[in-house]
């Protein structure tokens, strides 16, 4: 193990003095005896063992939540257990850096493949690079800065309910656009993580809520135990939610958008149209035009919007498609994927559909 | 438990193992006498009532005499306790199979309940932990909708067959194929599966059924039906190696 490690101490000294003047406070460089055991206080590990470290590493952050990045470096060695667990660890981006001459790139390969972090990179070189080191302690000290930008807040709506949600501010010169999320009737939040990303990554500020009676917004009770006519009021979340991002410095209050999926999306639909603020809307399966006024301001074409289907589902398609073609030319666009699955699980299906999304929010509410 | 909550959804508490409290809801079927209990789990963006839209799993248990303890996994819903399941490591999350032994042992001590005829539903990412805790010998019947399972889930399975109905829509390739390759880690003579075509995946399949596809047999009936057949007959239930 001595002569494996030795390779590495120019890459050890170059990384952590990179990290340390990035400004990573705590930087533990650990070479020393396997097994090794999560630390107490948060802060940054750094592990460069010999053989077989990539498992040991890949297990200490399948076992501790605060680990957002993991960078794995040349020798990974995954058995088939340490490719399992990065597979369930969606939330923590991992590089991998795998030299070409070495045996354990295909196993390299195998661990990079099996994250689903959209984050996550491999590197390919040799690792006696110069540059390597402080490339690396770039990568992480991002990773470790971007995590943390979004905070929990809890606001309130119509009828006494008390929302929460997970809120990301973009930080730029101007007041810039914002984005609100609607969830479907029998899932919450916790379906949109890669789609927040992804719209903060590209400088929207996003709301990304619990609407009344789902998640951890139960304050009057759950959505399922409603009446029909509790839920028709749920359209007023989203106004609660435009009010919460339209007051924030940051945000531009006449450049908001809204996302929902299925009854999320009539929800979307029913509060926005109505509220003057609204400058784009994605219509996610499961929608159909609640009356003749929603009708009307949909395909008048003011507030564009991007319609998505699956084609199985033909009573929302034909419904998505007719509102579509009604509309005047512009800004509204409709899309149809082969399958019938409900919204989120689109994004599962088909991984460039959040890029897409926030395309088209770029398209339409950045100048 | 007395005859006088037969019909409704009692609210119980469960502890998993680790301490983890858990929210539940049983219902028992109208008759008196000991009957089979099935275990619904719910899928990581879910929560206990994704088995109670529409006409209600539970409802169509109880109707077959069935009782049934449907509950929120650790991390999610009313089991919260501001630990939320989508910010758990990976080996957390995995502590799930603890939630569901848990559900186990509360239907087996109930009184109204024949503890060795339990089944088992679980759908899409936490059917891993549903086929870790079907290892329990008091576990007779498995319902997969949608699973995602990891090689060690085809561990569990062989170690111990039981029979097992799976329920895939076709777009679901990943879960066809963990479906496909559980059944032939752990042959049983009581294997169904059934493979629709544009129903997502799955509890939100039982919706899209009934929406899209409401001339045919709803999910929910099929997967009463097939509990019913597999926990009734006695010579039919535990395990048959």
Redesign the interface.
């Known amino acids: 193990m001595t002569d494996a490690a030795r390779p590495y101490e120019s890459l050890e000294s170059s990384l952590t003095r990179r990290l340390r003047e990035l400004g990573v406070v705590d930087v533990d460089v650990v070479t020393g005896e396997l097994p090794l055991t999560p630390r107490g206080d948060a802060g940054l590990q750094v592990v460069m063992v010999g053989v077989s470290a990539g498992d040991h590493a890949v297990r200490l952050a399948a076992s501790d939540r605060r680990v957002v990045a993991l960078a794995l470096v040349v020798e990974p060695a995954h058995s088939a257990f340490g490719i399992e667990l990065i597979g369930e660890s969606p939330n923590t981006a991992i590089l991998t850096v795998a030299d070409p001459r070495r045996s354990s790139l295909d196993s390299a390969l195998d661990g990079h493949l099996a994250s689903s972090h959209d984050e996550s990179e491999i590197w390919i070189g040799p690792v006696e690079d110069p540059t390597l080191g402080a490339r690396i302690a770039a990568w992480l000290a991002e990773r470790v800065a971007s995590s943390a930008v979004s905070e929990e807040i809890a606001f309130g709506s119509t009828e006494g309910w008390l929302l929460h949600g997970d809120l990301v501010v973009a930080r730029r010169g101007t007041p810039g656009p914002a984005v609100v999320l609607m969830h479907s009737a029998r899932s919450d939040r916790s379906v949109f993580g890669r789609l927040s990303r992804l719209l903060a990554k590209r400088g929207f500020t996003v709301l990304n809520m619990d609407w009344r009676g789902r998640g951890r917004s139960t304050n009057k009770g759950r959505f399922s135990d409603l009446s029909d006519e509790q839920r028709a009021a749920t359209s007023d979340d989203v106004n609660a939610a435009f009010d919460v991002v339209a007051a924030l410095p940051e945000v531009d209050p006449a450049r908001l958008g809204v996302l929902g999926i299925a009854q999320g999306a009539g929800y979307a639909a029913g509060g926005a149209l109505g509220d003057p603020r609204t400058r784009a809307l994605v219509l996610l399966t499961g929608f159909h035009a609640a009356d003749e006024r929603q009708r009307r301001l949909l395909v008048s074409g003011e507030v564009p919007v991007l319609y998505i289907t699956g084609t199985p589902h033909r009573v929302t398609t034909e419904a998505m498609r007719s509102l579509y073609e009604q509309t005047r030319p512009g800004l509204t666009r409709f899309v149809e994927y082969p399958e019938g699955v409900l919204g989120y699980q689109l994004f599962d299906l088909h991984p460039d559909l959040e890029p897409l999304i926030v395309g088209w929010f770029a398209e339409v509410l950045v100048p | 438990m007395s005859a006088a909550t037969r019909g409704g959804d009692v609210e119980v508490e469960l502890v998993a193992r680790d301490g983890w409290r858990l929210a539940g809801l049983m219902r028992l079927p109208p008759d008196v006498g000991r009957a089979p209990g099935v275990v619904l789990v719910h899928g990581?963006?879910?929560?206990r009532?994704?088995f109670?839209?529409g006409v209600g799993l539970p409802e169509l248990l109880a109707d077959r005499g069935m009782a049934s303890l449907r509950f929120d996994i650790r991390g999610r819903?009313?089991s919260?306790h501001g630990h939320?399941?989508?910010?758990?490591?990976?080996?957390?999350?995995?502590a799930v199979a603890l939630d569901v032994a848990a559900a186990l042992d509360h239907l087996a001590s109930s009184p109204d309940v024949a503890g060795d005829r339990l089944g088992l539903i679980g759908e899409q990412d936490t059917a891993a932990a549903v086929v870790a805790a079907a290892i329990d010998p008091r576990a007779a019947a498995l319902v997969l909708l949608s699973p995602r399972l990891?090689?060690?889930a085809l561990d569990h399975l062989r170690s111990r067959s039981i029979p097992t109905f799976g329920l895939v829509?076709n777009?679901?390739r990943e879960s066809l194929r963990a479906t496909a390759t559980a059944f032939l880690a752990a042959p049983h003579e009581h294997r169904r599966l059934e493979v629709f075509?544009?129903?997502?995946?799955g509890?939100?399949m039982f919706m899209?059924r009934r929406?899209?596809q409401s001339a045919e047999e709803p999910l929910e009936e099929m997967i009463a039906d097939w509990l019913a057949q597999e926990l009734q007959l006695p010579d039919r239930a535990g395990d048959e190696r």
């Open positions: 990581s963006h879910h929560e009532d994704a109670t839209y819903g009313a919260h939320d399941f989508h910010r758990m490591a990976a080996l957390e999350r995995r990891p090689s060690s829509s777009e679901d075509t544009g129903l997502g995946f509890t939100t899209a929406f899209e």
